[in-house]
């Protein structure tokens, strides 16, 4: 629905509301439930009043540029900004600890990712954000899961050398302009296919602490 601008909720749903922006929310108002797509408004920030976000909530919103969320949430759930387009940056509070599967994949122009208190980053939440040059993660960050970065066509370098003790299976995979790379000394495996496709890499510094190189 590319073309939906806004939500409204008949007096008397008892399940669903929206606001005054035209966005739906569960009936007490503190879940973003669905985010209008063709909504042309390029920037939102949630407000404190929000205290969680369903699946897919932004999921295709052809227009929005920028996201920032405070204090009130804790993750960044499944397809949350999955294809959108636009996106260029986020910018995350400390409080939002795990951006689970799928969560900007095919943000294209995604560029600028800001998550200080992210520990956990699931299954390919960035696959295919072409835009984004480079990756630091900062030292709560402890867990990349498979295919985090796969196909990152533009990605050159990243910053694992503060906490991450776990990098999944094609982390990186086809991320053919990865150059640069920092890993933390206790890293105990590189994962089967993290690196795989990745033509630019030239020399790689094995940490001291890895036991274990999987297949590809």
Avoid: H, M
């Amino acid at each position: 629905c590319q073309k939906l601008t806004a939500f409204t909720v008949e007096s008397g749903n008892n399940n669903y509301s929206a606001n005054s922006l035209g966005i739906l929310l569960t009936a007490d108002g503190t879940e973003i439930v669905r985010y209008p797509c063709g909504k042309t408004t390029t920037s939102y920030s949630v407000p404190a009043s929000i205290l969680s976000i369903e699946k897919g909530a932004f999921k295709g919103a052809q227009y929005l540029t920028s996201f920032s969320a405070g204090s009130s949430i804790s993750i960044i759930p499944e397809y949350c900004f999955a294809d959108c387009p636009a996106l260029q940056s986020v910018t995350l509070a400390s409080s939002v600890q795990t951006l689970d599967s799928y969560s900007f994949v095919n943000c294209d122009s995604l560029s600028s990712v800001s998550i200080p208190g992210v520990r956990q980053i699931n299954n390919y939440a960035f696959a295919q954000c072409n835009s984004l040059s480079s990756f630091t993660a900062t030292s709560k960050l402890t867990t990349v899961n498979d295919f985090v970065f796969v196909n990152c066509g533009a990605l050159t370098s990243v910053d694992f050398s503060l906490a991450t003790t776990k990098i999944g299976k094609y982390a990186f995979c086809n991320c053919k302009s990865l150059a640069s790379i920092k890993l933390l000394s206790t890293l105990r495996e590189i994962s089967e296919g993290t690196f795989s496709g990745c033509s630019a890499i030239t020399s790689f510094t094995i940490p001291a602490g890895v036991k274990t190189i999987g297949a590809y």
